[in-house]
């Protein structure tokens, strides 16, 4: 074959969940891949009555003008420091090819959103895993020595941290920022509704990123505002920045139809801040039952839509989540990562989900305590 | 600022068309970026079905089996064969990112799709204009001593070209595929659809594609089918490399409301096929009337969905396109390609519009003579 690029033939590509949803299998518990199943009719009317104008025809608006200009209504930041991509993961990746050069070190906390991997991997620099004591507990003594010794060229984290669901607090990120200033933050945002009452809280490192040189924060549709069939995510960062991306970025990226689906989403905010709240309540509901099982060692509940169900010693969790996928309860193993042997993460979508996640659980203690 | 990637600061930047179609203007008559506008109803019928029952809240399937599967039947070819972009685009970015290094030398005959030209520069590869004469008469002798002289390692080419509108000859082609093993040849036939009668003509690349190691065949929803603002393109080549393209391709890459769009679309051909004719008639309409023009000094039929207009040597070029312009009518200026000085590309998407468009044309000859 043709020789490939020296970079790209050595990554490894990312696991992905089953395809089951879309090979016929529509009743199942879909609690892999931390989506969110609203369905606001204000949304599908807009895509239906644009379908109905035959304006897909058209290539999309290449400047997302309109969703950029709501975007920044809802931030209240200017629309010229805002970039829309299709999906976060295209975000994530035109940000890797812009700024890193082969050999440039890029630090994660493990565990992390292993998408992002590949991306750094494409591009030959190194990804640095730094790992804690506790994954479930950020240890900042640690990161920060672990930085001022590594000097990365950039750091990346999401916050909310996928998978484990914790928080890095806000005074302390910033002054990372403020101190390693030749380091670019990347802040993955994708959970972070979940985290906050406030959009206040939810846009701290959002705002602050529009005059900081090194910081990127990172948005997505796919989660809280339940389009992730439809591909959208954003960046908010300084202007330099913005342009610097844009140079790279394909600029007919997002489909005409995900833009307005976006745009309409996002002028709906208290639609879905009244869902979050139904989510985090049915999250403490399902971590406080699922915690009082024998199966289960512990449940580490979140600043997110999902937990990590950690099972006892004597529990194969393989065989545990092939018992709840065949039950139609599709959950995530993230038990090859390491430090999380024994871990499965739950995507929350509400009460009804988590009674019927539940009760399969139930079924499985029955089999565990019988045997 | 934080430091950028060496390759992809340099870059300079594609040029987009007006976005006005998208600012309220959605009168005007769009000849400037190649796009058709057939509306299929029973296209439309399968994104309104789908959004209604709300599984845009699913991550798009990433394997995109159920559209793979209906290319594998209407091209006659494995599925194994087959991988869907977001948009050709990210099929030519994800091609040059997977098999570029370097200082890597990139051949294409000038004029070329420009867009292309980012993403060898961003892999810091070096691309090479090889100009000839006459760009709308293609010297295979020329060619093949040029590649004969650099040896590159990748030759792009848009079949038929764009903007040129010529076709290179099947034997030309297949016997430089056949010489230069060493060479990867990707044929962009994004418009192929308008230069053949038969389908089997049509897949003449695409099936060689199957059992070559050095070529692959590039496709488009975008022009024919309609549905540029859904972003959707395929590559057909040899498994190898498709399993190479496939490490760096982003498994969520095309949005599902476009996958089943496009798989509806080509269940019809019979209806772009049909649309096709029509198209290719009023195209022939058009390069009779407006060759008669006195401003105009020559018009370049094409194998596509295009023509180019020549404006004579006494006629501005920029006034020319902003005139129509004014009056409604946009066209694509490719006056700043070298060998293209005073040439604009006009996009024919049946005889209706060309009427309109002829209607302005006259409008402008009669401002000419009456100079």
Redo the contacts between chains.
């Keep these: 074959?043709?020789?490939?690029?020296?970079n790209?033939?050595s990554?490894e590509?990312?696991k992905?969940v089953s395809?089951d949803?879309?090979?016929g299998k529509?009743n199942i518990i879909?609690a892999d891949?931390n989506?969110?199943?609203?369905?606001n009719k204000k949304v599908?009317k807009v895509?239906?009555n644009f379908?109905?104008k035959?304006?897909?025809?058209?290539?999309?608006?290449?400047?997302a003008?309109?969703l950029r200009e709501t975007l920044s209504e809802f931030h209240s930041i200017p629309i010229n420091n805002i970039s829309v991509f299709?999906?976060s993961?295209?975000a994530l990746?035109v940000i890797c090819?812009?700024?890193?050069?082969q050999g440039d070190k890029v630090v994660i906390r493990n565990p992390e959103y292993t998408n992002f991997y590949?991306f750094v991997q494409?591009?030959g620099a190194v990804l640095l895993k730094h790992f804690q004591k506790n994954p479930f507990v950020l240890s900042k003594n640690d990161f920060l020595e672990y930085l001022e010794r590594e000097k990365p060229?950039m750091v990346y984290l999401s916050n909310p941290n996928n998978p484990t669901g914790i928080l890095y607090p806000k005074e302390f990120l910033k002054s990372l920022i403020e101190n390693f200033k030749?380091t670019?933050f990347v802040i993955d945002e994708a959970y972070v509704h979940f985290a906050y009452e406030k959009i206040e809280d939810m846009d701290f490192f959002l705002k602050l990123s529009i005059n900081t040189?090194?910081l990127i924060v990172v948005r997505t549709f796919?989660k809280l505002f339940?389009?992730?069939?439809?591909?959208i995510g954003y960046i908010v960062s300084?202007e330099?920045?913005i342009k610097?991306l844009?140079?790279?970025k394909?600029?007919?990226?997002?489909?005409?139809?995900?833009q307005i689906?976006a745009r309409e989403a996002i002028r709906h905010w208290d639609f879905y801040n009244d869902k979050k709240i139904e989510i985090l309540k049915a999250k403490n509901y399902f971590c406080n039952k699922a915690a009082a099982l024998y199966f289960v060692k512990r449940v580490y509940n979140s600043n997110s839509n999902f937990v990590c169900v950690e099972v006892k010693e004597e529990i194969d969790i393989h065989k545990t989540i092939e018992f709840l996928k065949k039950e139609g309860v599709y959950v995530r193993d993230r038990s090859y990562i390491p430090q999380l042997d024994r871990i499965f993460r739950v995507t929350i979508t509400g009460f009804e989900q988590v009674e019927q996640i539940l009760n399969k659980f139930y079924k499985l203690e029955n089999r565990v305590l019988n045997k």
Aim: proline share 4%; net charge neutral.
């Design positions: 074959m043709i020789e490939m690029n020296v790209v033939r990554i590509p990312y992905l395809q949803i879309w090979r529509q879909k891949w989506e969110e199943f609203f369905r599908e895509i239906i379908v109905k035959g304006l897909y025809s058209y290539y999309p608006d290449v400047e003008k309109e299709n999906g993961d295209e990746d090819r812009t700024f890193l050069n590949v494409s591009m060229k030749s670019l040189s090194n796919s339940s389009l992730a069939g439809l591909r300084n330099d920045i610097a844009n140079l790279i394909k600029p007919k990226n997002v489909t005409m139809v995900s689906a």
